[in-house]
């Protein structure tokens, strides 16, 4: 089932696709989407600056010079917080050699590698989520309760296991998955967790399957909400109502 629900949102081909090489390239060509898809990470604070005043807390915090741990620590720490600012924080901490909570899942990220490009999806422990088609067209919703909350949640408590049973990646991220191969990668409190394969294995995989299945009828509902059943270019879904509208 699941492979037919991938063909009919734009993945068709992809479990049976094979490729072993990493293309160093962005994975998107617009400079919009190829920012996004970087900032989803939340392992790179200079991209921030751009989009969030460095004067307010916590930004003032996240950006000063020589940053207060024992404030960064203060907002890492803080559930009120939007997640990505949660997992800039304990990034910071991290690289000041500070121990830090472990394994608090703060954001899931599925990348699916498709001969057209690549299609990402992501979600937060905050209620947000994004999905980045191949094309560089996408769709994010943001605050809850939104109209995704429970698919949101599936996606979350799927990755729950993943994340008990291995642990944070201690080198530079990868370059975007090749063709054929799907990506989950975990936001954690002590680091990015990650696992991979061909899309038919991890199809069978007791962990990775349900992750998949719940990202999948997440990205089918996304689509779901744009006005003509593929993802517009920055279609944005407000909160509570679900009504679809153009993203700043």
Excluded at 88 to 108: I, M, P, S, Y
Excluded at 194 to 210: H, S, T
Aim: with cysteine; glycine share 8%; hydrophobic share 40%.
């Amino acid at each position: 089932m699941i492979k037919e629900i991938l063909k009919a949102i734009g993945i068709g081909g992809v479990a049976m696709a094979c490729s072993c090489s990493q293309s160093p390239q962005p994975p998107y060509k617009g400079k919009s989407a190829a920012l996004i898809y970087n900032l989803l990470f939340c392992d790179r604070l200079e991209l921030f600056q751009n989009h969030k005043g460095a004067q307010v807390r916590p930004w003032s915090v996240l950006f000063a010079e020589k940053p207060d741990l024992e404030e960064v620590a203060s907002i890492a720490s803080d559930t009120s917080q939007e997640s990505r600012v949660r997992v800039l924080a304990f990034h910071l901490l991290r690289k000041a050699r500070c121990d830090v909570k472990q394994k608090e899942l703060l954001g899931t990220i599925v990348e699916v590698g498709l001969p057209e490009g690549l299609d990402t999806l992501a979600v937060f422990t905050d209620g947000g989520a994004r999905y980045i088609n191949h094309s560089g067209k996408m769709v994010m919703a943001e605050g809850t309760p939104n109209v995704f909350d429970s698919e949101i949640k599936r996606v979350l408590a799927a990755s729950q296991p993943i994340v008990a049973a291995i642990g944070p990646w201690d080198r530079e991220r990868l370059p975007p998955p090749p063709d054929g191969t799907i990506r989950m990668t975990f936001l954690v409190s002590d680091g990015l967790y990650f696992g991979q394969g061909p899309m038919d294995v991890m199809q069978e995989d007791p962990m990775a399957a349900p992750l998949i299945n719940a990202a999948t009828a997440l990205l089918m509902k996304m689509v779901e909400k744009t006005t003509d059943g593929q993802p517009a270019g920055g279609a944005y879904v407000s909160p509570s109502a679900g009504e679809t509208s153009t993203h700043p």
